[in-house]
């Protein structure tokens, strides 16, 4: 593994899985279950309805968490982005992930502006 890179192994569970659990920051609670996508062998999670309370503020204001993968629960630490660039990659990611009728509409909104700025990279800590 590279510094700040995941292994192959989890990049596949995250583009094989529609839903990852992660945990955001470090205070014990509930593990919640979010889209994920793959983008140049880097890990992104993206906000749709960037709440107060939610994930997102969490991790701006704490960017350490864990991401549960296959079972096991790898530290990470969030890195909001906000490469234009990688930001479009990620909607493209998400609309080839997420293309069931029933995702659609989610991923239309995962488009929108109050979203793409809440774009998240999850780096593994070692």
């Given at each position: 593994?590279?510094?700040?890179?995941?292994?192959?192994?989890?990049?596949?569970?995250?583009?094989?899985?529609?839903?990852?659990?992660?945990?955001?920051?470090?205070?014990?609670?509930?593990?919640?279950?979010?889209?994920?996508?793959?983008?140049?062998?880097?890990?992104?999670?993206?906000?749709?309805?960037?709440?107060?309370?939610?994930?997102?503020?969490?991790?701006?204001?704490?960017?350490?968490?864990?991401?549960?993968?296959?079972?096991?629960?790898?530290?990470?630490?969030?890195?909001?982005?906000?490469?234009?660039?990688?930001?479009?990659?990620?909607?493209?990611?998400?609309?080839?992930?997420?293309?069931?009728?029933?995702?659609?509409?989610?991923?239309?909104?995962?488009?929108?502006?109050?979203?793409r700025n809440a774009t998240i990279e999850l780096v593994p800590l070692r």
């Amino acid at each position: 593994m590279t510094p700040h890179r995941f292994p192959a192994k989890v990049l596949v569970f995250v583009a094989d899985h529609s839903i990852i659990g992660i945990q955001a920051g470090t205070r014990p609670h509930r593990v919640i279950g979010i889209w994920a996508v793959v983008v140049e062998r880097r890990v992104f999670i993206r906000s749709w309805t960037v709440k107060k309370e939610g994930w997102f503020r969490t991790f701006l204001e704490e960017p350490r968490g864990t991401l549960h993968v296959d079972g096991k629960k790898l530290r990470v630490r969030a890195v909001h982005t906000r490469s234009e660039r990688l930001k479009d990659a990620v909607s493209r990611a998400y609309e080839r992930k997420y293309d069931t009728p029933g995702s659609i509409q989610y991923v239309k909104d995962l488009r929108r502006a109050r979203s793409r700025n809440a774009t998240i990279e999850l780096v593994p800590l070692r």
